[in-house]
């Protein structure tokens, strides 16, 4: 099972590089993207089921252990990353996750799609990603020296 560690940084990597892909498309192309909101519903809520799926396999199997270990070099600063994955944030994982999906259900049906609903949905979804960043343990880890 340890193959399925290797596709644990879709958690959230899915949704980022959803709503990245989804916030290129509309500054690109602002009016048609506005007006197709069932796509962009569609691949919003696809990244974010990807996530919770690969946090529910993740869960159920008991994987536990370090997704990514490297260093990031800038030009003159040496960032070392971290992302280690455990039990408690599977379980976090996939409770967020199943609540953000089934709140972009909701709003699919229940809210008008008018002006700003692709932005609602855009903000939604990459937060949901970035949160799920800030919670993998050990993220960043910056020596103090």
Not at 119 to 139: A, E, H, M, W
């Amino acid at each position: 099972m340890q193959a399925l560690l290797k596709f644990s940084w879709l958690i959230p990597g899915a949704p980022i590089f959803g709503s990245v892909f989804v916030a290129v498309l509309l500054i690109s192309f602002n009016r048609t993207i506005n007006r197709l909101t069932k796509p962009i519903s569609f691949i919003l809520g696809a990244c974010l089921a990807i996530s919770f799926i690969i946090s529910l396999l993740l869960l159920f199997n008991n994987v536990v252990g370090e997704v990514f270990s490297g260093d990031l070099n800038l030009v003159t600063f040496n960032l070392p990353l971290s992302l280690y994955l455990d039990a408690l944030l599977e379980k976090i994982f996939s409770i967020i996750s199943l609540l953000i999906l089934v709140t972009i259900i909701c709003s699919y049906y229940l809210l008008e799609r008018k002006k700003g609903y692709v932005r609602y949905l855009l903000i939604l979804s990459g937060l949901t990603g970035i949160i799920f960043l800030v919670l993998l343990d050990g993220l960043v880890s910056i020596p103090l020296n």
